[in-house]
């Protein structure tokens, strides 16, 4: 297991990549798949903004960004305890399945080809760029647009707008 602590603007470079689990609470967070070296699991993080250290690692193929005490199962039960804040930019191998959990960060996730794309926000506004996968997507008040979509979308929401503008998806 690689293991990495970050309190300020840093980039790593990565291999053995096979699937992405993100969870942060403010910010914005770029997702985009990548075709080159996609057979070595070849990633690249660049943190460029962090309030609130990030931690990543990389355990059994699984690269884990997220802001101390986030768990994917409580994303929405998280409540501020302090400022958490960090732009990120993440590219992995295209086929990499991908789960994005979000407070009030904004995300955008493109290019990518997995067989589910699984995303859950707070407050935070989610783009889905020419993803081709099975989508999960759920909000509270969060708007979800996407654009070239191909494969089902899931979207379940309180409050939040959906816009899908050329979509090839077999079920909304």
Known sequence: ??????????SLDLEGVQRLQVRLVGGSIDVVGRTEDADLGAAHVEVTEVDG???????NGT???????????????W??????????????????PVELGVVSADAVVS??????????SVSGDVTLDGVRS??????????????????????TTVSGDLTVV???????
Do not use: N, Y
């Open 134 to 155: 099975d989508i999960s997507a759920q909000t509270v008040s969060g708007d979800l647009e996407s654009r070239q979509l191909a494969g089902t979308l899931a979207f």
């Open 53 to 59: 250290p990030l931690h990543v690692k990389v355990e």
């Open 79 to 96: 409540s501020d305890r302090g400022r958490a804040c960090a732009v990120v930019s993440i590219s992995v191998p295209a086929g990499c």
């Open 63 to 77: 690269l884990v960004v997220s802001h101390e005490r986030l768990t994917w199962g409580g994303l929405f039960d």
């Open 1 to 10: 297991m690689q293991e990495w602590r970050i309190e300020s603007p840093r």
């Open 166 to 172: 050329a979509g090839t998806s077999d079920s909304v």
């Open 111 to 120: 290019g990518i080809a997995a067989d589910r794309t699984k995303v859950k």
